[in-house]
């Protein structure tokens, strides 16, 4: 595994990868997520082609960086809707993945998003925060905020969760 940077700033040690299943038997899900900010996983593939990254978590929170670029622009000029949209279905589903137990898993069943202002490759740096509003045994409820680095509001979103045994992920 090599070393990549997904942003100005922000490296991942590791490369890129995925979470393995078996350590899913082993750690909660907010101990998952806090081993991918250790830098202990590799980055998911996503981050590098979208240019974020997870950068914090605690329990039903979750904290992503990004760099909105010219690789993500709409015929327009402007960054395309499904860049803040991804990046807040990452903050949405990884604050639900932190309330998980050992041994589940997730999987975004809805979500909806508002873009209230655009988005250039001019933005800069942005964050996006998500938390858990409601966390039933099956079914988990957030919201996130996407904003620039003045604090202005970009997108907003919420998503509904499926939580069920990880033994129910196809296998790798």
């Not at 329990?59 to 991804?86: D, I, M, Q």
């Not at 279905?89 to 898993?105: I, N, P, Q, W, Y």
């Not at 858990?132 to 409820?141: D, E, P, S």
């Amino acid at each position: 595994m090599s070393e990549i940077e997904l942003f100005p700033g922000h490296v991942s040690r590791l490369g890129l990868g995925t979470i393995p299943h078996e350590d899913v038997m082993r750690y909660t899900g907010l101990e998952l997520l806090q081993r991918v900010v250790d830098g202990l996983y590799p980055a998911p593939s996503i981050a590098e082609r979208m240019n974020f990254a997870l950068v914090e978590v605690g329990a039903g929170r979750a904290v992503f960086k990004g760099l909105p670029s010219e690789r993500h622009l709409n015929p327009l000029g402007g960054v395309h809707g499904g860049w803040a949209a991804t990046i807040l279905d990452s903050a949405l589903g990884c604050c639900v993945h932190t309330t998980l137990d050992k041994g589940e898993a997730y999987t975004t069943a809805e979500f909806k998003v508002n873009l209230t202002r655009p988005i250039t490759p001019k933005t800069g740096i942005v964050v996006c925060e998500g938390t858990v509003v409601h966390k039933g045994r099956t079914l988990a409820v957030s919201e996130a905020r996407l904003l620039d680095e003045a604090g202005k509001l970009l997108a907003f979103g919420t998503e509904t969760c499926s939580i069920f045994p990880v033994g129910n992920l196809a296998p790798r």
